[in-house]
């Protein structure tokens, strides 16, 4: 029996089995399948399928299943009348269900107290055995009771369940809670294309100096800024590093000054992951010619500094191997590039019949074309040295064969 008709047959005598269920928790598989035996002592060789016998759950992966039954269904009892349930109330409950977990293990813990800061660390250390029902809720919770601090300690960790993300950004970007939105583009990898319409549109119209909850976000381009400045300088790291280290200081220095909070949360759109080309198009496409001369004037910017500083350049390997992590989040100029070709694209219309924009694009031009020509020398510069090479590689095999 060929490979396919086993897959075939397998598929129509078994009905399809799903991750939904009791089970939502990533389950020990490795012991089970150890205690696997075969359904028959002699099974014939031709067959690719080997039935087995013996799959039961470990009763430590049903005892941590029943805890979040249960846990969920209290905490459901409680958000039924939210005027009377508090922070309090919430974290009491969490604690007393984190420990059971922990019991279940052997290991005891001790709070220190019932605040957003403790309870960040609870989630960090046991978020993995939260089933997928009981993250759902505990998410629900934590922006029902404005527990901010514990909502960015589940996205960071990733521990946002795809099918919420969807109602959460939207919600945020209602509750005008923009960290907690620079931290989905940050560290969720899996934004809806909707999603992210509604981020970009949010962050073009954010004020001019953002908002009280968006203070870390210069803190960390600062830090960071800082960090590898103190890098460049600190021999101790070696030459090659420290002049890494000296690169992404520059790219940092960048990314950070003359730019506004908003604007620096449209670094990390425009870095993320999460946005290719087809993705930044249909972004691009519903803006509004407000939010349209918002984003020129951003890319402008970005454009006259990587004409100013041409030595500047994308610095990926700092963030592994020096810790600068907003390296990541520094629009390259092929970026910024391509979002001013997307956005001529998508309003060409728009930016020819109205006068507004015409100022703004004769400035673009200049740049542009400065940019171009620039590129054009370095062309040269790198076919001739190309061209230098392979005769210097030709001069030396003659040499050698004389």
């Not at 279940?104 to 029902?133: A, P, Y």
């Not at 300690?153 to 959460?168: D, K, P, R, Y």
């Not at 101790?236 to 620096?264: K, N, Q, T």
């Not at 949360?265 to 509004?288: M, P, Q």
Request: overall charge negative.
């Amino acid at each position: 029996m060929s490979l396919l008709e086993v897959i075939t047959k397998a598929s129509t005598e078994h009905s399809p089995t799903t991750s939904e269920g009791n089970y939502s928790i990533v389950l020990s598989g490795e012991p089970v399948l150890l205690q696997l035996k075969p359904e028959k002592e002699e099974e014939d060789g031709v067959s690719l399928v080997k039935r087995g016998t013996g799959w039961r759950i470990l009763s430590t992966d049903v005892e941590l299943i029943e805890l979040g039954q249960n846990f969920i269904k209290k905490l459901k009892r409680k958000m039924k009348n939210p005027n009377t349930f508090n922070k309090d109330e919430f974290f009491g409950m969490f604690v007393a269900y984190v420990a059971e977990i922990w019991e279940k293990f052997g290991v005891s813990i001790h709070v220190d107290g019932l605040d957003d800061g403790n309870i960040v660390k609870l989630t960090e250390k046991v978020g993995n055995f939260m089933g997928r029902d009981v993250k759902g809720l505990v998410l629900e919770a934590c922006f029902v009771l404005e527990s901010w601090e514990v909502l960015g300690s589940l996205i960071v960790n990733g521990l946002v369940e795809h099918s919420c993300l969807s109602n959460l950004i939207n919600n945020l970007i209602e509750k005008k809670q923009s960290w907690l939105v620079v931290l989905c583009v940050k560290h969720v990898l899996d934004i809806q294309t909707y999603d992210m319409i509604c981020v970009l549109k949010y962050f073009l119209s954010l004020p001019k100096n953002g908002d009280s909850s968006l203070t870390f976000v210069r803190k960390e381009w600062e830090s960071q800024a800082m960090s590898a400045i103190d890098k460049a300088m600190d021999t101790s790291l070696g030459p090659d590093r420290m002049s890494l280290a000296r690169d992404a200081s520059f790219l940092l220095m960048l990314a950070h000054d003359g730019f506004s909070v908003y604007e620096m949360c449209l670094h990390y759109f425009l870095a993320s992951r999460n946005v290719d080309e087809v993705i930044l198009g249909a972004c691009i496409s519903k803006l509004t010619g407000s939010e349209i001369m918002v984003l020129i004037r951003y890319l402008q910017k970005w454009l006259n500094k990587y004409e100013r500083f041409p030595q500047v350049c994308p610095c990926p390997k700092a963030s592994f191997e020096l810790g600068l992590k907003a390296c990541e989040w520094a629009p390259s100029l092929e970026d910024v590039v391509k979002c001013l070709g997307l956005v001529v694209d998508e309003h060409f219309s728009s930016l020819v019949l109205h006068q507004e924009f015409h100022e703004e694009l004769k400035s673009l031009d200049e740049v542009v074309n400065s940019l171009t020509a620039e590129a054009k020398v370095c062309g040269i510069m790198s076919n001739l040295t190309e061209a230098l090479k392979k005769q210097t590689q030709r001069v030396v095999g003659d040499a050698a064969y004389e």
